[in-house]
């Protein structure tokens, strides 16, 4: 495989429900992220890793909490969540450095809360 | 605040004609800027970046224009085709050791055959 893959593409999970989304990249990056898109709102950035360690947590609620267990995998796992939740999470890998900001992003899981 | 900002949310142009997607920025931080384009059911491509020392950068049929004064940019697609049609996002990164990158909310660009 290659690229950024992101599993499962679809999720639909009730309010009180834990569920995890996964990552993986195969690109030999040494920088993770998650970002969500919602409708007509710009791609916010989530988390950030680098080398493993988190280095950028941008104010999310603590029903969302990451894990990067190695370089190549990232989770975000998901509990008690809202229906205002609902978007498109977006996992991406980079170099770490020399960088241009250049982002490589797996396809995306779409999460339905209800 | 949003720190990245395009004020088109769509735009229809012939094919083969010049699209021009518009892109302003706030934060003078930001030392590169980048598009990408983002088809349904995928995850953003990288599409073209642009340093902030320089004011254009041209791969094949596609250009970005940077005015730093103006704190904007412009990608230009000449000639417009229709695998063209898509969402292009604007994004800066301010690259001081780690990245963050701030991204736009997107322009859908609709390429009419």
């Known amino acids: 495989e290659t690229g950024v893959t992101q599993t499962p593409r679809h999720l639909v999970m009730g309010m009180t429900n834990k569920k995890s989304l996964k990552c993986e990249q195969h690109l030999g990056h040494n920088a993770m992220y998650w970002y969500k898109q919602s409708a007509k709102k710009p791609l916010e950035l989530m988390f950030v890793y680098n080398f493993k360690e988190q280095t950028e947590n941008n104010s999310v609620p603590s029903r969302f909490s990451p894990e990067c267990p190695n370089s190549s995998h990232l989770f975000l796992h998901l509990h008690t969540l809202q229906p205002e939740d609902s978007a498109l999470y977006l996992c991406?890998?980079?170099?770490?450095?020399?960088?241009?900001?250049?982002?490589?992003f797996g396809e995306g899981s779409r999460l339905t809360v209800l | 605040d949003q720190q990245v900002k395009q004020n088109s949310p769509s735009l229809s142009v012939q094919e083969g004609r010049i699209s021009i997607l518009n892109c302003d920025y706030t934060n003078s931080m930001f030392d590169y800027f980048l598009w990408y384009k983002k088809y349904p059911a995928e995850g953003p491509t990288f599409l073209i970046s642009?340093?902030?020392?320089?004011d254009k950068n041209e791969d094949g049929r596609f250009t970005v224009f940077l005015n730093k004064s103006a704190k904007h940019l412009s990608l230009h697609i000449v000639p417009s085709q229709p695998g063209d049609s898509a969402v292009y996002f604007c994004?800066?990164?301010?690259?001081?050791?780690?990245?963050?990158?701030?991204f736009g909310t997107g322009t859908k660009l609709q390429v009419i055959p």
């Open positions: 991406a890998s980079s170099q770490v450095w020399p960088s241009n900001g250049e982002l490589f």
């Open positions: 994004a800066a990164s301010d690259s001081g050791g780690y990245q963050k990158v701030t």
């Open positions: 642009i340093s902030s020392i320089k």
